[in-house]
């Protein structure tokens, strides 16, 4: 069955959060920390999608189209102030990889997203973030060999080509590094401990 109307529904609400991000970027606001626009935005989206994954089940390709199905992965990805709503998407996400109705990829990087947010290490090295010597960096992972091999498992380039790729996207964007970074991590933790990622 297609849900062809739910599907537009999901695509409107990725190209909601694609616009804000690029006003974000040209206005230059994208690195101080969480936009209070684009957290509110996450959100309302999480909750959108979150009743139309209780109506269809997760909405994969065979359900809503290819282009809906990836902008489902992106809602969720982003919608990182609701850890349960998070949690419960790798689960059926998972499913649906293993029933080979979504991308393998989409879950790796779910899965590593949700591992930074919970101060664990990433498996697929998926996820970057500013270091201390203001360069964008991958948050911690357990090995570079064993990243690299999961990596190529699922059709994705080497963690080091993938920071080349990362960094030139910054410096397109014009995107710079917290001006203190210790003050930025102290508000990341707090937000974290506060939206239920960390004790």
């Not at 935005?41 to 089940?57: F, K, M, Q, S, V």
């Not at 909405?59 to 919608?79: F, M």
Request: with cysteine; hydrophobic share 35%; proline share 4%.
């Amino acid at each position: 069955m297609h849900y062809t109307r739910i599907a537009q529904t999901i695509i409107d609400l990725c190209r909601a959060d694609l616009e804000l991000r690029d006003r974000l970027v040209q206005n230059g606001q994208l690195g101080e920390g969480y936009h209070k626009e684009m957290a509110q935005l996450h959100n309302r989206n999480a909750e959108a999608l979150d009743e139309i994954i209780n109506t269809i089940g997760y909405p994969t390709i065979d359900k809503v189209g290819e282009e809906a199905s990836q902008a489902t992965w992106l809602v969720i990805q982003h919608s990182i102030g609701q850890p349960t709503f998070m949690k419960k998407c790798e689960q059926l996400l998972e499913k649906a990889v293993v029933e080979k109705k979504a991308d393998p990829k989409e879950l790796a990087y779910l899965t590593d997203r949700i591992a930074v947010l919970e101060g664990k290490p990433q498996r697929y090295g998926t996820q970057f973030d500013w270091d201390k010597n203001g360069a964008l960096s991958a948050n911690p992972f357990d090995d570079l060999s064993l990243v690299n091999q999961r990596r190529k498992s699922i059709w994705l380039n080497t963690l080091e080509e993938q920071t080349a790729m990362i960094r030139r996207q910054a410096q397109r964007e014009n995107q710079l590094p917290p001006k203190d970074f210790e003050k930025r991590k102290a508000e990341m933790d707090a937000w974290r401990r506060a939206v239920g990622w960390i004790q």
